[in-house]
Structures are given as structure tokens and as C-alpha cells.
């Protein structure tokens, strides 16, 4: 909101600042601005009109252009004689993006309500005609030429829009045509920034073009539309348009395609899906091999792989049927059931094929950024490990081929796809050698590299019987001279390690002794702040101690004891007497 008032402010400046030059208005930069930044950058054509909603009432409050009071709706229209600002004509041009905002919101609706097809044609027809009074007032002479050059442009733009979506392709062609030359004088006329804006607008309505040229009759057309599904232009919807286009003149083609030949063996096509898939398929390998931006050779991979599948879909139901016929025995061909199971082997393999394909060209170039120095420190850099993952893709796919049904005996094919998974495997190895690398095991690294010479040693000896397989696979010479360059570096960074190691200083290595043994030297034992720490020896050793010294009596065996008779009670002599000396101890 802010931003506007600005710009509105900017507006009335070059009106007083340019009353001798005329009123002009940059009608392609300011729509392209808004859309920028009020929801085209993500397709959200509601939030946009929204925001042209808002902005005429704040246009017609700053103008003073009231239609009316809160009670009453009182039309006006902006005539040739009120043109004293440039705002009146971004009053019009707002009123025009509105409609069209509008008419695109509900071309995203209407997929799902077609309904909704016939207001989106009368919100169109409207932005035209707001098209064609702002072209008017833009008319006057108080307009500058290049205003009036643009409204011309603006409003055959939305003409052509109408008539395109009403199916009329030669007068939509000739909308397009027009909006196309204007702006193409006005690129060569301007500076370089705007030179690029008048272009960008141009790629914008070529695929138009070239639509309304293909329905008209010119069947070269169809190959600049093809050409044109690699880079995407047109947008979203021009993009639906494509794709159906090209599904549609498949369609018609496949009409004379009735069997395809694969492994020796002519299998007949009878589904209409796996026909139209099958020829368009050279086309599709074309594209990708032509296709020079990484990211429009994903999405071409990934449309290929979705239309694999779903045709792979439909002739699993024709199985299912096929094989509910054959149990109940109302099928008298029984080798049909086998030609569609060799089709369906044959879609399978295409699919896993591109899968490996995909991959490989994911992983060369993951490969060529691993050895580029990291230009940026907060951008995340590859790693050996996302090549891991990715040849682990690769011969999951290779084992699935080696079970494809109706291939199982076929010497030739398993010996081929035997190679493939000799020359990834020998591929993996080495990235996990460098992952080993990159964490200093030696070891590990130095065994997994002899591995990967072992695994391109059988390609060599094996591929002298295969050499039509080894054209579309990676360079094994390439890749051994990779791992003898990678292993003499590996030994010299062992060495130095082991150097590096032989300096450390004594208290840095760890051993067996407590700490209570070298409380005088600094040891780095990381074991001292785990949950068991190494303190003290327990249980403690035994130790002598001084005891209480011990008295013997040595002469006890040597010595004469004297005679004890007289106190050895007598025998026999009692009675009275002695008891009473036994009372009062006189006895003793």
C-alpha cells in the first residue's frame, strides 16, 4: 500500500514536471510490477484482484472520481476532457487487470466446474473492452507515443485472449500478431532494461502464436510447440494446452501403429494408451537429449516416468482381465495372455531404463560440482554419500530387469545387464572409498579401491563379447585411472598422518593408567568425562602393613611343674567337718 501511494505520488510529479510533453504512463512495467508482487509469482490470481480492488478505491479517493454515495451507484466515465492526470488512465488500466484477474482465477476453477467457463468468458470480454477505452483516451493528444503504443499492444493482448479462448484462431492469431510487433518496435526503441521487458513479453504470447498457427493448418507448427515444451513457455495453462496438443496428434498417429518389435520378437499393440506411449517415446528421448538446463531435463524425465507408469497401469487391468478370461475359459487365444505380458515386460524395462538414465545424469552431474571448490559457505556442497544413494537406485533397477518375465532365458540380455551391474557396483565402490577417504580410514578406503579395480578388470574382460552394451555405459578406463590417481594420494595422506601422529606428545596418547597415577602430567583421555572414568585402581592391590607384636611362651614344654596333690580334693573324706570348712573356706 505503501508502495503505491509512492508510485501514485511519483505519477503526479512527471504530470506537472511533462504537462508541455503529454501524460504517459508505463503501462507494461506497472502491470508487471503488481503482478510481481501481489500474487502472479505463485499463480494466486484471487489475491491479485484483490489487490486491484483496493487500489482503484484508493485511485478514485485520491482523484476525487466518486461513483456515487454509500446509497446510490452513480456510473461515470473518464473522458478525453478530464485527462489532466495520468492517474485517470491507471484508473481504466486497473479496471482492465481486474477483469482479467478475474477471468484467470476462474480458468483455475473451471477445470473442476465447467460452469464457471461462461463467467470466465464474460470477465474477458470486459477486460477487453476496458482495453479498448483506455486504447481511446490514449488517443488524445495529451498522450505521449509510447502510452499510445502500449495501450495498443495491452488491448489487442486481452482481444487475443478472448478470441483464443472462443476457439477463433485466426483472429485471435491476428490479436497476438499485432501485440507482438508493437512491443518488438518498442524493444529496439528503449534501453536495454526495458528492451528485456518488452522481450520477456513477446516469449509470453509466441507459444499463443504458434498455437493459433497449427489450428489454422500449418502442421510446422507443431514442431516449434515441441521444441517450445523444453524451455516451458506460455505459462501453466499454455502448458496444459501443449500437452494435450501433442497427446491429441499422437493420438491420431497411433491410429497406424499396430505392433512394435523388441528382443527379436514383434508384439502386438492393441491398447490405445501404450500406443500413443510408444510413439511418442522417440520424441520424448529426443527432447532430453537436446535439452541442455539440468532442471528442464529432470522435468522431462519425470514426465516420461509418469507417463510410463500410468501406461504400465493400464496394461496391468488389461492382464487382470485377460487372465479372469483364461481361468473361466471363454479366451480361445491363449497366446494373446503372453503377448500382452511381453508388452507389459517391454513398458517395465523402458521404465527402469530411464529410471538408470535419470540417475546416471543426476549423478555426473553431482560428480562435476564434487570437484568444484564450494563458492559459497552456507550453500550445502555434495558429498560422496548422495552418489551412493544414487548408483544404489541405479542397481536396484538393474536387478529388477534381470527378473523381467519372458527375459528369463534370454542369455544375451542377462549377460548385458550382468556388464551394467559390474560398472555401477565398481562406480559405488568408489564413492564409498571416497567417503572413507574423507574420514581418514586408510584402510577401508585402500581395500574398496582394489575392489573397484577387480570390478572394472571383469568389465574389460567381459565387454570383448558385448561391445554394442558398453555405448551408453560410463568409462571404465576413465574411472581406473581415477582410482591409481586416487590411491597414490591416499598413501601419501596415510604417511602424513602417520607423521602427524608420531609428533603428538606423549600426554596425548591414551593408556590403561588411572588417573591417581599422572596427577602430575596433563594426559587427554576423552574416557575421563564419560560414565565410567578411569580414577583410581579398584579393587585396590594389597599392601603390607606393620601389625601388634606376639608374645610366646617358648619354655612351656621345658619346665617342672610342682606337685599339686595336697589341693587335689580327696576322695573319701567328708562329711560334716569338711563341709563346713568347704562353707567358710578353711580349706583351701
Not at 505463485?42 to 484482484?49: F, I, K, P, S
Not at 476532457?81 to 482492465?96: N, P, T
Not at 503372453?338 to 529410471?355: E, P, R
Not at 591416499?490 to 597415577?517: F, G, H, W
Request: glycine share 4%; charged share 30%; net charge neutral.
Amino acid at each position: 500500500m505503501a508502495a503505491d501511494k509512492q508510485n501514485e505520488a511519483k505519477l503526479a510529479k512527471l504530470d506537472e514536471n511533462k504537462e508541455n510533453e503529454g501524460l504517459g504512463l508505463e503501462i507494461l512495467q506497472i502491470i508487471k510490477d503488481a503482478q510481481q508482487q501481489h500474487g502472479l509469482r505463485h499463480g494466486d490470481y484471487q489475491r491479485y484482484r484483490g489487490y486491484c480492488s483496493r487500489r482503484l478505491r484508493r485511485l478514485r479517493k485520491t482523484l476525487g472520481f466518486k461513483m456515487g454515495n454509500r446509497h446510490k451507484y452513480t456510473g461515470k466515465k473518464i473522458t478525453v476532457e478530464m485527462l489532466s492526470d495520468s492517474r485517470y488512465l491507471l484508473l481504466v488500466l486497473m479496471e482492465a487487470e481486474r477483469a482479467w484477474s478475474y477471468a484467470m482465477q476462474l480458468k483455475q476453477e473451471a477445470n473442476t466446474e465447467p460452469r464457471k467457463r461462461f463467467h470466465l468468458l464474460g470477465r474477458l470480454r470486459k477486460a477487453a473492452k476496458h482495453g479498448e477505452r483506455l486504447e481511446k483516451l490514449c488517443e488524445s493528444p495529451r498522450v505521449d507515443a509510447r502510452t499510445k503504443l502500449e495501450a495498443q499492444a495491452y488491448t489487442s493482448f486481452l482481444t487475443g485472449m478472448v478470441e483464443f479462448e472462443l476457439q477463433q484462431w485466426k483472429p485471435a492469431m491476428e490479436a497476438f500478431n499485432k501485440c507482438k510487433t508493437i512491443y518488438e518496435k518498442l524493444a529496439s526503441a528503449f534501453t536495454e532494461e526495458l528492451a528485456v521487458l518488452y522481450h520477456q513479453r513477446v516469449e509470453e504470447i509466441s507459444p499463443n502464436i504458434r498455437y493459433c498457427a497449427y489450428n489454422i493448418g500449418d502442421q510446422n507448427a507443431i514442431n516449434e510447440l515441441m521444441q517450445m515444451r523444453l524451455t516451458g513457455g506460455g505459462g501453466d495453462f499454455m502448458a496444459e494446452k501443449l500437452e494435450a496438443l501433442i497427446t491429441q496428434t499422437r493420438a491420431k498417429q497411433a491410429a497406424t501403429m499396430s505392433e512394435v518389435q523388441w528382443r527379436d520378437r514383434s508384439v502386438p499393440v492393441k491398447v490405445d494408451k501404450a500406443r500413443i506411449f510408444l510413439l511418442g517415446l522417440a520424441d520424448n528421448e529426443a527432447a532430453i537429449a537436446q535439452a541442455t538446463n539440468e532442471e528442464t531435463k529432470e522435468h522431462l524425465y519425470e514426465t516420461l516416468l509418469v507417463e510410463c507408469r500410468d501406461t504400465i497401469q493400464t496394461v496391468r487391468e488389461e492382464l487382470k482381465a485377460e487372465a479372469k478370461q483364461r481361468e473361466r475359459g471363454t479366451d480361445p487365444d491363449s497366446s494373446k495372455v503372453s503377448n500382452l505380458q511381453f508388452l507389459h515386460s517391454y513398458l517395465t524395462y523402458i521404465k527402469l531404463c530411464t529410471v538408470v538414465k535419470r540417475n546416471e545424469s543426476m549423478a555426473n552431474t553431482l560428480q562435476v560440482k564434487l570437484k568444484e571448490p564450494p563458492a559459497d559457505d552456507n550453500k550445502r556442497t555434495p558429498r560422496p554419500q548422495d552418489l551412493i544413494r544414487l548408483y544404489d537406485i541405479i542397481l536396484q533397477s538393474l536387478a529388477e530387469l534381470s527378473t523381467l518375465q519372458g527375459l528369463e532365458e534370454d542369455a544375451t540380455f542377462q549377460k548385458e545387464v550382468a556388464l551394467k551391474t559390474l560398472v555401477y557396483k565398481a562406480y559405488r565402490c568408489f564413492f564409498i572409498a571416497q567417503s572413507y577417504v574423507v574420514v581418514k580410514k586408510w584402510s577401508e578406503a585402500l581395500v574398496l579401491y582394489e575392489r573397484v579395480l577387480k570390478h572394472a578388470g571383469e568389465v574389460q574382460s567381459k565387454a570383448k563379447s558385448l561391445n554394442n552394451s558398453l555405448k551408453d555405459l560410463p568409462d571404465v578406463q576413465e574411472l581406473i585411472a581415477d582410482v591409481n590417481a586416487e590411491k597414490y594420494s591416499l598413501q601419501a595422506a596415510a604417511i602424513l598422518d602417520t607423521d602427524e601422529t608420531a609428533e603428538v606428545p606423549s600426554q596425548q596418547v591414551k593408556d590403561n593408567k588411572p588417573l591417581s597415577d599422572h596427577l602430575e602430567t596433563f594426559n587427554l583421555d576423552p574416557t575421563l568425562v564419560g560414565k565410567q572414568p578411569n580414577l583410581v585402581h579398584f579393587p585396590p592391590d594389597f599392601q603390607p602393613i606393620p601389625c601388634k607384636p606376639l608374645f610366646f611362651d617358648l619354655a612351656l614344654n621345658h619346665v617342672a611343674f610342682p606337685p599339686l596333690d595336697d589341693k587335689v580334693e580327696q576322695k573319701g573324706k567328708g562329711g560334716l567337718t569338711g563341709y563346713i570348712k568347704g562353707i567358710f573356706g578353711f580349706g583351701s
